[in-house]
Every structure is written in structure tokens, then in C-alpha cells.
């Protein structure tokens, strides 16, 4: 059976996220107020600018997870993946990752480790939930609460 779960989204990443794409979208369409250049440089401008956004967008409107019956699947933009739930071997609760692969749209989420060395960030909506679904098919994984 497949769950799919989607990323909870904090106020932080809204305001940046959003806040970022806001301002591109505002110095686009100050530069066709401006006109600081020719038409050629004002349309790659706006396409650049507006690639961005889209890709931003795609990130805060597009970050999901799913579990089968053996696989932890992530999507976020174009970052996608799958993890085999046999190889994780330890989740941390309510922790946030700093540096490394972070399919998450919040802090507080849960870093899973799998095999030996790797581990992923991801901030599903409800950690509690999540954490059990992954333990109904692997009650092997350690579970640190923090």
C-alpha cells in the first residue's frame, strides 16, 4: 500500500521562498518600467527572472514524499529519489539539517539515515504519522526523539 505525504511548509521557507520570488517578479517588471537596455536584454532579463521564480515555485508548491511496501520516495523540484526502507537504519525527530540533501520546505522535520554513511532531510506534515508508516514496514529503524 502507497502513502503519499506532503511537506509541511513554516513560515520561514513561506516568507523566503515567496519573498524572493515577490522581489524577482517586482525587479521584472521594473525593468520593463526602467528600461535600462535594449528590447533583447529586457527580454532575457524577464525569461531569466522568471525561470527563477518557476523554479523556486516549483520547489515550495512541489515537495512531497511516498512510501511503498519498500521504498521511501522524495520529490522536490527537479530533486527526486527513492531510499529502500530495509537500508534505513535510524530517523531523528524533530531536528533540522544544515548542509547536505534537503527535499524539505520546514524546520523540525526528520534526518534519515540509511545505509552506512547517507542520510536526507525531509519535513513531511505530520513527523508522528510518518515515522509510523516507515516503522509498519521496518520496526527495525532506531527512532530518536528530540
Keep these: 500500500m502507497m502513502m503519499k505525504f ?3 511548509v513554516d513560515a520561514l521557507n513561506t516568507f523566503v521562498l515567496l519573498g524572493t520570488v515577490l522581489f524577482l ?3 521584472c517588471v521594473f ?3 526602467d528600461q535600462p537596455g ?3 536584454e529586457l527580454i532575457w532579463i524577464s525569461f531569466m527572472l522568471l525561470v527563477i521564480s518557476g523554479f523556486l515555485l516549483w520547489i515550495y508548491l ?3 514524499y511516498e512510501i511503498t511496501e519498500d521504498e521511501l520516495k522524495y520529490k ?3 530533486l527526486s529519489g527513492k531510499i529502500k526502507i530495509e537500508s534505513i537504519r535510524e530517523i531523528d525527530m ?3 539539517m544544515w548542509v547536505g540533501i534537503k527535499p524539505a520546505t520546514a524546520l523540525r522535520g526528520l534526518i534519515v539515515k540509511f545505509n552506512r554513511f547517507d542520510d536526507i532531510y525531509i519535513s513531511p506534515k505530520d513527523n508522528e ?3 509510523a508508516e516507515i516503522l509498519k514496514r521496518n520496526p527495525k529503524i532506531k527512532i530518536n526523539r528530540f
Design 94 to 96: 524533530n531536528k533540522t
Design 6 to 8: 506532503h511537506s509541511r
Design 62 to 64: 512541489g515537495t512531497s
Design 76 to 78: 522536490s523540484g527537479p
Design 38 to 40: 535594449s528590447l533583447t
Design 31 to 33: 525593468s520593463w518600467i
Design 25 to 27: 517578479i517586482g525587479l
Design 129 to 131: 504519522i510518518f515515522v
